[in-house]
């Protein structure tokens, strides 16, 4: 059965520092990435996904992550960050839908970012 | 869009009593999950609907916790009786999916904070 860690629980860091947050995935199969990320008191929004091609994944607000099959690993990184992406981040993994079944979403516990002046 | 819909946004009861939650889903999405937010557990999907059918509930905790969906607009979590052990984020999401099998981009609902005293 696949799962996700996050390494991290919380990041702090200042305004306009790069960012990384850390995300290994455990899978024997072939497997679609997904980071999502959760703003105070409101739902999960994608932040960008990897179903299959290039390994590096631009997402929105200048976020991307990198798919390492060898190391297992899909880390989210930022080279400027803004007051803004405080959030707590959701790394995601689903296996290829077997026959009959469907890819089902397992999410990490979350690493909550914290961008200080 | 008005993007999903979850009603209440808050929610508190007393432990025995029936809690419903409900959800309207993004007009032309066939995929409605229920996942539950914890700081325990982090989150979990509760149960999986495509084109209105229940396709996988097997997160549902027990027999407590049921879910519907009458039609492809609406879609309702019950927990009766309810317990402290509850109280959570509840949130909704929806999908287009091309198959039953294909999951890419959930969008969420705000959720429900659901504390049961």
């Known amino acids: 059965a696949q799962s996700v860690t996050q390494l991290d629980s919380q990041v702090p860091v200042f305004e306009e520092a790069p960012v990384e947050l850390r995300c290994n995935y455990s899978?024997?199969?072939?497997?679609?990435l997904f980071w999502y990320v959760q703003y105070p008191n409101q739902g999960l929004q994608l932040l960008l996904k990897?179903?299959?091609?290039?390994?590096l994944v631009k997402g929105i607000n200048g976020f991307e992550a990198e798919f390492n099959k060898s190391q297992t690993s899909f880390h989210l990184r930022k080279p400027s960050v803004h007051i803004s992406d405080t959030a707590e981040y959701f790394c995601?993994?689903?296996?290829?839908?077997?026959?009959?079944?469907?890819?089902?979403?397992?999410f990490g516990a979350g690493t909550r970012l914290a961008v200080h002046p | 869009d008005a993007g999903v819909i979850q009603s209440p946004r808050h929610e508190v009861t007393e432990m025995g009593q029936e809690v419903t939650l409900r959800c309207k889903p993004i007009?032309?999405?066939?995929?409605l999950f229920w996942y539950r937010q914890t700081m325990m557990r982090g989150l979990e999907l509760l149960i999986y609907?495509?084109?209105?059918?229940?396709?996988?509930d097997s997160g549902m905790p027990e027999d407590r916790f049921s879910a519907k969906m009458p039609n492809a607009s609406f879609s309702t979590l019950k927990i009766q009786p309810s317990e402290p052990r509850d109280s959570a984020v509840y949130f909704c999401?929806?999908?287009?999916?091309?198959?039953?099998?294909?999951?890419?981009?959930?969008?969420f609902g705000s959720g429900t904070q659901l504390s049961v005293l």
């Open positions: 999401a929806s999908s287009f999916n091309r198959d039953v099998a294909t999951n890419e981009k959930l969008f």
């Open positions: 899978s024997s199969v072939s497997v679609y």
């Open positions: 990897y179903l299959s091609g290039s390994t």
């Open positions: 995601a993994v689903s296996d290829q839908a077997p026959p009959g079944g469907y890819n089902k979403l397992i």
């Open positions: 007009s032309g999405h066939n995929s």
């Open positions: 609907f495509n084109n209105n059918v229940p396709i996988d």
